[in-house]
């Protein structure tokens, strides 16, 4: 709550508007999600289904940004959370914070972290109760800020409604992205759902659903509720409420704030775990980071890193200006998923390679929707008084692809259980969106991303890469994967590796000629 705050003070009060733009492109990227999900119930998420098609270079960029994102996001999320305690007991939002050289260190957020990692490495089924009830507490905060904000509301603070013109909208969208991660957290948890085929994809659609519906309208209750310069980007609904004079509401509002930050960095920290242990089984990062605890049966190395790497960040810093690392990062994912779905539709069959000819083919049509795409964005950004001509023909283009892809390429690997409705266009749409996304980022975001991926390779390089060769020697050395050894270690490794190759496998079952979709 409190970073979308952001975006909708800097933006207002289009900013409804860049909520839907970013739920468009975000429900885009659920529907590639979901196919992937149901073809691989495996935990990893963007890393499982990048590496199971175009390798572990690209997956590990892919999914060593999401890991960013997440430990950004989290950090910044429970940062919210001394403000509004204090807010709660009437009391200056810097009442738990404590200055000491220059920093401003959060105790409240640092123990906080702490304490959601051992719960979330006691188990998902006690982690997952209290969330549910944080979660049905929340919602109905959320309810009665929406009914009382209304009540409240005046469509007069709401002009002008395009300050920023119609571009502010979409550089607000590229911001306020980051606020759909959520649904990549369900597809962390597929080896734990028990009928995934289902499950999964209603599981995202709904959620995605509900949530873009609350933004949409919250972000509408504050923008008609308080005029531009009396909104506090500090607590925007606690703040408006005692502008229209309910004093006692902002307890309320303050509540619910909690109830939020809380749960959203249960999830967060619970989806980080995930991916981190998927990783490990993967050897990319240290196995170590895979292990599974004999009693509780989970990740408990992964959790206890990830929780204390979050309550280090959370102690000294302030996150709420990295909303577009956290968003570069987001978008980059998606957008590999989504062509990572169009070259396993088309060119990853369960039986032989298909000829190269066809791959060729297939690549070519995905690199002018990808050309085409950029160009568009680039055009854009030109704000040219003929820019628009520009566009016109880069969108022909693109879609003149996505045509030419459906009718001269044929789909080798059509799913049975839940397949992207309207395939290519879909997954092609997803690109041509978040590439547009992408553009309307600051330079100073990708120099930070730039830097990351610098940092990632050259990871990849000196200890990913050697770890790889390290394992496949020992496969050889016991002339099967590590079954070799009877200790808890040899097991461990085992286990891992056995998973780590399902990634593959499972993308193959399943298969039939013609795909069935949910809608």
Not at 187 to 204: F, H, M, T, Y
Not at 308 to 316: D, K
Not at 335 to 344: D, E, R
Request: glycine share 6%; hydrophobic share 55%; with cysteine.
């Amino acid at each position: 709550m409190r970073l979308s705050l952001h975006a909708a003070a800097a933006r207002r009060p289009a900013v409804i508007l860049s909520y839907a733009v970013a739920g468009v492109s975000a429900l885009l990227s659920s529907l590639c999600y979901s196919e992937f999900a149901v073809r691989m119930p495996l935990v990893g998420g963007a890393y499982t289904y990048v590496n199971a098609v175009f390798g572990e270079y690209l997956a590990w960029v892919t999914v060593a940004n999401l890991i960013l994102e997440y430990i950004l996001a989290n950090a910044a999320a429970i940062r919210g959370f001394a403000p509004y305690f204090s807010m709660l007991l009437n009391q200056p939002s810097s009442k738990f914070i404590t200055p000491w050289r220059g920093y401003n260190l959060d105790w409240w957020a640092f123990g906080l972290c702490l304490a959601t990692s051992g719960l979330l490495t006691l188990g998902t089924k006690e982690s997952s109760r209290v969330n549910v009830i944080l979660t049905l507490l929340h919602v109905l905060l959320v309810v009665f800020i929406i009914i009382a904000g209304l009540v409240k509301s005046k469509p007069g603070n709401a002009q002008p409604f395009f300050p920023f013109e119609v571009r502010g909208v979409f550089n607000g969208a590229a911001l306020v992205f980051f606020s759909y991660i959520g649904f990549d957290s369900v597809v962390c948890s597929a080896e734990e759902v028990q009928n995934p085929s289902r499950d999964l994809p209603l599981g995202i659609l709904g959620a995605l659903g509900v949530v873009t519906a609350c933004y949409m309208l919250m972000a509408a209750v504050l923008v008609m509720m308080v005029p531009l310069a009396a909104i506090d980007t500090g607590a925007a609904f606690a703040a408006a409420f005692v502008y229209v004079y309910m004093d006692w509401a902002r307890y309320i509002v303050a509540l619910g704030a909690l109830m939020g930050i809380l749960t959203t960095t249960l999830v967060g920290m619970y989806a980080t775990s995930r991916l981190l242990a998927a990783v490990g089984r993967q050897h990319v990062l240290p196995p170590l980071l895979a292990r599974v605890h004999p009693r509780l049966a989970t990740p408990y190395v992964s959790t206890i890193a990830q929780g204390v790497a979050v309550a280090v960040i959370a102690l000294f810093t302030d996150f709420a200006d990295l909303a577009e690392m956290v968003s570069i990062s987001t978008l980059f994912a998606f957008w590999m998923v989504a062509l990572a779905l169009m070259w396993h539709r088309y060119c990853q069959p369960q039986g032989p390679v298909p000829p190269l000819k066809h791959r060729a083919l297939v690549g070519s049509h995905m690199g002018f929707i990808v050309a085409a795409s950029l160009a568009f964005t680039i055009v854009y950004q030109l704000q040219a008084a003929s820019a628009w001509v520009g566009m016109v023909i880069c969108a022909t283009v693109a879609i003149a692809a996505a045509v030419s892809l459906q009718l001269s390429c044929k789909q080798r690997n059509a799913p049975m259980l839940y397949g992207v409705p309207l395939f290519p266009y879909v997954p092609a749409l997803s690109v041509a969106v978040n590439t547009f996304l992408l553009g309307q980022l600051q330079k100073p975001a990708y120099e930070r991303f730039g830097i990351w991926t610098a940092v990632i390779t050259l990871f990849y390089i000196l200890y990913s890469m050697p770890a790889a060769s390290y394992r496949e020697e020992r496969r050889k050395l016991s002339g099967s994967v590590v079954t070799a050894s009877t200790t808890d270690d040899g097991q461990q490794l085992a286990l891992q590796d056995r998973a780590a190759a399902l990634s593959r496998s499972q993308l193959h079952e399943h298969n039939s000629a013609e795909p069935r979709t949910l809608l």
